[in-house]
């Protein structure tokens, strides 16, 4: 039996959210058009409601016994191996630590929404298009939202300078130093004219 009530998914969409705003803030990500707020937001409610209503279609394509409201229910309850795995991640930076939570924990969340979905498609090739696009679409956005907002850059910038070497200039305006003697001689040209 599938809830149907969505104060429960409501509230992992927001944690969600959350745990994004931090790994976007300890990872330095900087947001052109509008703010980290607002991206999070759009991130995890567009991939709730679009996934929600992209797989509801497929299962009236594949005569799958479930409702839209069933079916936001499960993909919303199926957010919780996503915030357990970048909880995690976003504070621990090891890429086999991410992979490890990303098979586990997110595949488990994900095999439980495939469980229920198979219990309620007849058909084996029905049963495999839907089980595998959701199974697909869900893996795939913790893989994005663990790599699009991760220190990456930082962690090769480390490996290229070494430990002992000054960092990199990482601003591409910035002025050189200009040294005392070349002030000296402009002051004094400047002078000779006036």
Not at 87 to 95: G, L, R
Not at 99 to 112: A, D, E, P, Q
């Amino acid at each position: 039996k599938i809830a149907a009530e969505l104060y429960g998914p409501l509230m992992l969409v927001f944690t969600l959210v959350a745990i994004l705003l931090h790994g976007m803030k300890t990872s330095d990500t900087i947001i052109r058009e509008g703010t980290l707020m607002g991206t999070a937001i759009g991130t995890c409610f567009g991939y709730w409601l679009g996934v929600s209503s992209f797989v509801y279609f497929l299962a009236y394509l594949c005569n799958a016994q479930i409702t839209l409201v069933q079916m936001l229910s499960l993909l919303g309850y199926g957010l919780f191996g996503h915030c357990i795995t970048l909880f995690v991640t976003y504070n621990i930076h090891f890429h086999s630590l991410f992979y490890i939570f990303w098979l586990g924990v997110g595949g488990l969340s994900t095999l439980r929404m495939v469980a229920v979905l198979l219990s309620r498609t007849v058909g084996h090739t029905q049963r495999l298009i839907l089980c595998g696009t959701l199974a697909a679409l869900h893996m795939l956005f913790l893989l994005y939202l663990h790599f699009a907002y991760h220190k990456v850059v930082e962690g090769i910038l480390d490996t290229l300078e070494g430990p002992n070497m000054p960092p990199f200039q990482r601003v591409a305006r910035d002025i050189p130093v200009v040294s005392n003697a070349v002030l000296n001689t402009t002051a004094k040209a400047v002078a000779m004219t006036l």
